[in-house]
């Protein structure tokens, strides 16, 4: 099971982006074997695995590389900010960004309003790199659920 908030994209991808704004992108490579990148704020990239790998093993090693060399502490899935986010309301500046994000849903927790803003910055970030990187785009256009490929 993942440690961290692993965003879905479409594609068989996955976005976990750091507190700094790096994010780490797990994309399909073939025979049900992912690849890993890590998208720094700087606009720099470079390769986190060495070689595809099963998507349990690659989650595995991009999340050692990410505690190692990220600032992640609001993305760890069982830290107190998270456990205790799933239980309080949104705050006043979340619900600010989703609505300037056009969000019409009311999320009913921080929890909830902290993924939805992550979904969106990952949404845009992989628009800024199609327009880097066309060729990412030949990949499948469907979503899957991280945990069910697990």
Same mark, same amino acid.
């Given at each position: 099971?993942?440690?961290?908030? @692993?965003?879905?994209?479409?594609? /068989?991808? /996955?976005?976990?982006?750091?507190?700094? &704004?790096? *994010?780490?992108?797990?994309?399909?490579?073939? =025979? &049900?074997? /992912?690849?890993?990148?890590?998208?720094?704020?700087?606009?720099?990239? +470079?390769?986190? +695995?060495? +070689?595809?790998?099963?998507?349990?093993?690659?989650?595995?090693?991009?999340?050692?590389?990410?505690?190692?060399?990220?600032?992640?502490?609001? =993305?760890? %899935?069982?830290? $107190? @900010?998270? $456990?205790?986010?799933?239980?309080?309301?949104?705050?006043?500046?979340? %619900? $600010?960004?989703?609505? =300037?994000?056009?969000?019409?849903?009311?999320?009913? +927790?921080?929890?909830?309003?902290?993924?939805?803003?992550?979904? $969106?910055?990952?949404?845009?970030?992989?628009?800024?790199?199609?327009?880097?990187?066309?060729?990412?785009?030949? /990949?499948?256009? =469907?979503?899957?659920?991280? *945990?069910?490929? %697990?």
């Amino acid at each position: 099971m993942p440690q961290y908030s @692993w965003i879905p994209l479409d594609s /068989f991808e /996955f976005s976990l982006i750091d507190d700094d &704004g790096n *994010e780490i992108i797990i994309s399909p490579f073939a =025979e &049900g074997k /992912f690849t890993a990148e890590i998208y720094y704020k700087n606009n720099g990239h +470079t390769s986190v +695995t060495r +070689t595809p790998k099963k998507l349990k093993q690659c989650v595995k090693d991009c999340e050692r590389f990410a505690k190692k060399n990220l600032n992640v502490a609001f =993305e760890k %899935l069982q830290s $107190r @900010w998270m $456990r205790n986010a799933r239980h309080q309301k949104p705050s006043p500046a979340q %619900l $600010r960004v989703l609505k =300037e994000n056009n969000f019409f849903k009311n999320p009913v +927790t921080k929890f909830e309003a902290f993924i939805e803003i992550k979904k $969106r910055i990952a949404h845009k970030n992989k628009k800024q790199r199609l327009q880097n990187f066309p060729r990412q785009r030949f /990949f499948l256009e =469907e979503k899957i659920d991280l *945990e069910l490929l %697990l």
